[in-house]
């Protein structure tokens, strides 16, 4: 199995247990397919030529395989690694369609509902002793809101997202067991037609995608698949409620939706004011179609006569209004259907949102309008009889707009700190502003703010380009809605300084309405450092008497983002989630003494090392009192198609989190009366590790050559899947770790299969953890802590999935150094391998996920072969010159098939 440093031996066969048959089934017909199409599409010998590859794969004979892909012309390396993709892209679909035929055998059970799901949620608070109306208030208190991102990982074009749709709609349909073979054969055929015009379609974008390229890939998400499934969850509420209690509870949909997309400042010259704008009218535009369609069925549905049932006078009114402020759509209305008063009012409420669409003085307000309008419909259907009648779509339509109001998701804004000191020494005419202490500069800020007084300064070009967005914030909150824009997000914040100059800017930029200014500003801290510093900076400003003032307008509200990915690769994982933690328990203590009502915003990746890893794992793990009821986390490349990209997986998903949240607000756990003396033993886990690991890193002069010349660090930097540069200050970087962005940090590792960033200096700390205090103390540790569990357990799903007998072969390509470097990484994974194993009793990595186990398995004999042609190529490549030809193009393939086959990018 991949994970074993060293020699591999022949892989294990990969086993299905009896309610995964079907997936086993699925898999071999859908591989049966591809060949297929690989048969038709190139010919027999390249078909034979992908079958000895995928047969020394699993016979994990590297040297036959290394000898049989050396040197092939770019084009057929291309070829081959597409070949491989597209197995991938079956598989996952294979996968991701037995999780969904797996939901549906649980709700088809009466008596056993799947673990994690809403209905076992309920199950579990009611039998707790949680009573209706806690139930109520806590389903009034739950906000879920995942913020969609587009970083540079996500490397699939749009057009293929559509045919996977298409493929896995088909794939759903054959659950049907009533289908005959003839349906059958039919939807293979059709599978096998997007499988082949997708392996004609070029993967690869022509041109690095503009701001707006990377919103219409988010929006494929919100509108294709999240924008349909939030009124069936919201359903999906109540029937688990009702099932557990036997009694009606009133909601309110739980789940809220935001992105970055259009927001993004921190290190994309791209991103300002105007993409705010253009993000915010592109979503309202998509969301109002969506509102004006569902209207236009409506119409169609409720066919009600006035003639035949009661209908209430409000409805009345509002077609009699409606009907003055839109003649000419009145006048399209055939005469047959005046007396079906629903009928009429719905084409009308269409044709309103048409004239919200143009900004035309006739529409809507606001969204809240539009909830009134249909609020006047539920209550004339609910006093006539309309129960059945039409009043199941109408409520689905207040249902997304209540969650999506007229913006579909708020963009948050985000822009580093160094930035807003810069352009206040240009503005306070302060030449030395970046230098002098954090204490002088709040002082200073705070006269600004309590004196009200204008720059000093002429803004030069980055001073206008930050005042605009601040402009643009009260625009599109006047245009859009109040919740059309969210949190200002102050990347690197040290101090409370740095809050406070978001603050000064945004007066500047005339955001001040009635003496406050209506902006939550969120200081994101990412460092292990200043993890440590925030609790000590947020009591500054909860102290402050400006600040404090400022709050209570807010409603004594705060969020702060804490970041995953900066820490993790400034400290390593272990130290990381350690700090991620102590900070989270330090910050509630600080708000809870203050009076203050505390959202934690998560940045996480969508690998281990960026914060990934299972959600209800790390929510259960969270400290004491971090979670109430809210959860905001970010949603990153391929985290977003492997957890929205189908309809029933996106359910799974939000039921999991929603789950997990609710239990944790309404059931918090009580913490072990151990946890005093194993914080004492995770403080010495966390500094050995990070001294491990920053001793590799970061003192180690040699290992970022050793990085640049045993990853394809080079390739990543030059792919065109981002609108924002690899790194801070240039694509390039000058050579510097710390300068280059934890995303490619992370990707470069996952391609050569080192995964370093997930486990380095953990197996270290492991070993002295046990000297000192016993192995049998840390065995109590793991079992009795949440927390210790939940690393131990991503750390394991790492290793899992590393595999240092290629690793190895990616580390001769950096010559001396990998001779030097690799028996040192060999040894650290070897330790934190043994020490994962001892902690979880388990004989072989990820015997107690046995799915997980069973997925790398199917996968490695496809990832292997990818792996090596990238490393025969990057020889070629480097060789001569890094230049942009065939064999590039060929590079590029093989980034984006190894991504596919281990499921992660960045």
């Not at 004492?680 to 970022?704: C, E, G, H, K, N």
Request: aromatic fraction near 6%; charged fraction near 25%.
């Amino acid at each position: 199995m991949s994970g074993k440093g060293g020699s591999r031996g022949g892989r294990r066969d990969v086993e299905f247990a009896p309610k995964d048959v079907q997936l086993r089934d699925d898999v071999r017909t859908l591989g049966a397919l591809v060949g297929d199409v690989l048969r038709e599409q190139c010919g027999d010998a390249f078909f034979q030529l992908v079958e000895r590859a995928r047969h020394a794969a699993i016979a994990s004979a590297d040297d036959d395989l290394h000898a049989l892909l050396k040197d092939l012309p770019p084009r057929e390396a291309e070829t081959l690694v597409r070949a491989f993709a597209t197995y991938f892209e079956v598989v996952n679909l294979a996968e991701r369609i037995h999780r969904i035929r797996r939901r549906r055998d649980y709700l088809r059970s009466a008596s056993d509902p799947q673990e994690g799901s809403l209905q076992d949620t309920a199950r579990r608070l009611a039998a707790a002793g949680v009573t209706p109306p806690e139930i109520a208030a806590l389903l009034q208190r739950l906000r879920i809101e995942p913020v969609f991102t587009a970083h540079p990982t996500e490397a699939t074009r749009r057009t293929l997202l559509e045919k996977e749709q298409v493929i896995g709609r088909l794939l759903v349909e054959r659950l049907d067991p009533s289908r005959t073979p003839d349906e059958e054969r039919a939807a293979l055929a059709r599978i096998r037609e997007e499988v082949t015009a997708a392996w004609q379609t070029d993967p690869q974008p022509s041109a690095r995608p503009s701001v707006m390229d990377e919103l219409e890939n988010v929006l494929f998400y919100l509108t294709d698949i999240v924008y349909r499934i939030v009124a069936p969850f919201s359903e999906e509420v109540e029937a688990a409620v009702h099932k557990a209690y036997d009694v009606e509870v009133p909601t309110r949909p739980v789940l809220r939706f935001g992105s970055w997309v259009g927001g993004d400042m921190d290190g994309n010259p791209n991103v300002g004011a105007e993409t705010l704008r253009a993000a915010l009218a592109r979503q309202r535009d998509l969301v109002l179609d969506r509102y004006r369609g569902e209207a236009a069925e409506l119409a169609r549905r409720l066919s009600q006569s006035g003639s035949r049932t009661g209908v209430s006078d409000a409805v009345r009114e509002r077609v009699a209004t409606y009907g003055v402020q839109f003649p000419t759509a009145l006048a399209a209305i055939p005469p047959r259907y005046h007396d079906m008063p629903y009928r009429v009012l719905f084409r009308l409420i269409a044709a309103r949102l048409e004239a919200t669409r143009r900004d035309a003085p006739e529409g809507y307000a606001g969204a809240a309008e539009l909830e009134r309008d249909l609020g006047v419909v539920l209550a004339s259907l609910h006093a006539h009889r309309g129960e059945h009648a039409g009043l199941f779509g109408v409520r689905r339509l207040l249902r997304r707009v209540e969650t999506f109001g007229f913006h579909l998701a708020t963009i948050d804004l985000r822009q580093h700190a160094q930035v807003h000191r810069a352009v206040l020494a240009t503005l306070l005419r302060d030449p030395e502003w970046g230098t002098r202490a954090p204490a002088d500069r709040l002082a200073r800020l705070r006269l600004v703010l309590e004196r009200r007084e204008e720059p000093s300064g002429s803004p030069d070009a980055e001073a206008a380009r930050t005042l605009d967005v601040f402009k643009a914030i009260a625009d599109c909150r006047a245009r859009f809605g109040p919740d059309a824009v969210g949190p200002y997000i102050i990347s690197m914040a040290q101090g409370a300084d740095d809050v406070f100059a978001v603050l000064v800017l945004a007066r500047w930029g005339g955001l001040a309405r009635s003496g406050h200014i209506p902006l939550d500003v969120a200081p994101l801290f990412e460092t292990v450092a200043d993890l440590e510093r925030a609790p000590i900076v947020m009591h500054a400003l909860f102290e402050d008497p400006y600040y404090r003032v400022h709050l209570a307008a807010r409603g004594m509200h705060q969020m702060v983002m804490i970041g995953y990915s900066d820490s993790n690769k400034d400290a390593g994982i272990g130290a990381a989630r350690w700090a991620l933690h102590r900070g989270q328990a330090a910050l509630v203590e600080t708000t809870d003494r203050s009076g203050i009502d505390l959202t934690f915003f998560h940045g996480r990746g969508g690998t281990v090392s960026r914060g990934g890893g299972k959600i209800t794992s790390a929510i259960r793990s969270a400290p004491a009192r971090s979670i109430r009821g809210r959860f905001r986390m970010t949603e990153q490349g391929e985290a977003i198609n492997a957890k929205y990209g189908l309809r029933g997986i996106a359910m799974r998903t939000l039921e999991q989190t929603v789950s997990a949240v609710a239990l944790a607000t309404a059931l918090p756990r009580t913490p072990d009366a151990r946890e005093t003396g194993w914080t004492s033993v995770m403080d010495d886990i966390a500094r050995d590790s990070r001294a491990a690991y920053r001793a590799l890193v970061y003192d180690d002069p040699q290992f970022v050559e050793y990085f640049r010349r045993a990853t394809p660090i080079d390739v990543i930097q030059r792919m065109e899947i981002g609108s924002r540069p690899a790194s801070r200050q240039s694509a390039d970087a000058g050579g510097e770790i710390e300068q280059l962005r934890a995303i490619p940090w992370v990707f470069a590792w996952t391609q050569s299969r080192h995964l370093l960033p997930g486990w380095y200096g953990l197996g270290t700390a492991l070993d002295r953890a046990a000297e000192r205090h016993g192995a049998a103390a840390l065995g109590e540790m793991i079992r009795g802590w949440p927390f210790l569990r939940a690393l131990v357990d991503d750390v394991e799903m790492v290793l899992g999935t590393a595999d240092l007998a290629i690793a190895a072969r990616y580390a001769r390509l950096a010559g001396e150094l990998g001779r030097h470097y690799l028996p040192r990484i060999r040894a650290e994974f070897d330790r934190t391998v043994a020490n994962v194993l001892a902690l979880k009793q388990e004989q072989a990595l990820l015997d107690s996920d046995p799915a997980l186990q069973r997925s790398i398995l199917l996968r490695n004999p496809y990832v292997d072969p990818m792996s090596l042609l990238q490393i025969d190529l990057l020889e070629r490549w480097r060789a001569t010159g890094r230049p942009d030809d065939d064999v590039f193009r060929a590079l590029l393939a093989t980034v984006r098939g190894i991504a596919q086959g281990l499921q992660s990018t960045g």
